[in-house]
């Protein structure tokens, strides 16, 4: 029997089961984050229904910024839907020399205004 081999294997399959535990633990707590998110929409759609049926002024300018806080959120569950995407490509690939760091790419939002007072977003996704 040679005892080389099977500690070798032991110890592969120790390493795989610890980078499952931690693509599942990334997958988990992406999925709560995108859950809240989701939760936090609902009121939003809530408060800005009940806005709008007010038809009182200053409630309908709340909801300009409600949207607006709306949107982002969209935005931000879309982006965590790609960097799961990403992630379970990679991993599925074979690509196994990715790390937590990568496991958890971030996206950059940056506003720019523009002299007629709106602004304009630009996304930038980097690992």
Known sequence: MDH??????????NNNNAEEEEVSQTFQTSFVQVQ???DQNRLLITQINHNQESKVPDNLNRNVGLIRELNNNIRRVVDLYADLSTN????????????QGDLAATT???????????TSQKRVRSR
């Not at 080389?4 to 399959?13: D, P």
């Not at 379970?88 to 790390?99: A, E, V």
């Not at 950059?108 to 709106?118: A, I, L």
């Open 108 to 118: 950059t939002t940056t506003t720019t205004y523009k002299s007629d007072g709106k």
């Open 88 to 99: 379970y490509t990679t991993r599925s690939s074979g690509d196994t020399s990715s790390s």
């Open 36 to 38: 809240d998110i989701l």
């Open 4 to 13: 080389g081999n099977m500690y070798s294997s032991f110890s592969n399959n």
